[in-house]
């Protein structure tokens, strides 16, 4: 991430309780470096516990990345990334057309009943999955 990148990156993340006077132990490692190795794990697609041994622990990361995703920070940058993007292209933040699309999946056997069903179309029993994308030319637009 560069310097730039950064910069706008922590305006938008939560300012610790420690630093705010409010309590609580300092945090061992800094926003940013959590951030890179979060986009790491996305970019690379690989597991938590496969992290290179430059990056903090896993565990720490992970605990950090579930912490903002329940919170709904990962979401809000996601949404605030697509709508910015959009703008780019010239576009609204909200788009008018979409492409809808799914995907039927075999279940596995300990998987229950009441969770999956069965596509007659194209003979599977399991659990179907939808998507939706936006249809930014450039294919960047993941709405």
Not at 27 to 40: A, F, K, N, P, W
Not at 46 to 55: E, G, M, Q, R, S
Not at 75 to 104: F, I, M, N, Y
Request: aromatic share 6%; glycine share 10%.
């Amino acid at each position: 991430m560069t310097e730039a990148e950064w910069q706008q990156m922590r305006r938008l993340l939560p300012v610790p309780a420690w630093l705010q006077g409010r309590g609580g132990r300092p945090e061992g490692y800094c926003h940013r470096q959590m951030l890179d190795t979060v986009r790491y794990v996305v970019d690379n697609g690989i597991k938590w516990a496969n992290l290179p041994a430059d990056f903090p622990p896993f565990k720490r990361v992970h605990a950090f990345a579930r912490r903002w995703q329940v919170t709904g920070l990962l979401a809000e940058l996601h949404d605030r990334l697509r709508d910015r993007v959009r703008v780019k292209e010239g576009r609204k933040t909200d788009p008018s057309a979409a492409v809808v699309d799914s995907q039927s999946v075999r279940a596995a056997a300990n998987i229950p009943r009441t969770t999956s069903g069965w596509d007659g179309g194209k003979n599977v029993a399991g659990r179907k999955r939808h998507v939706v994308v936006g249809t930014c030319p450039r294919g960047v637009d993941t709405s």
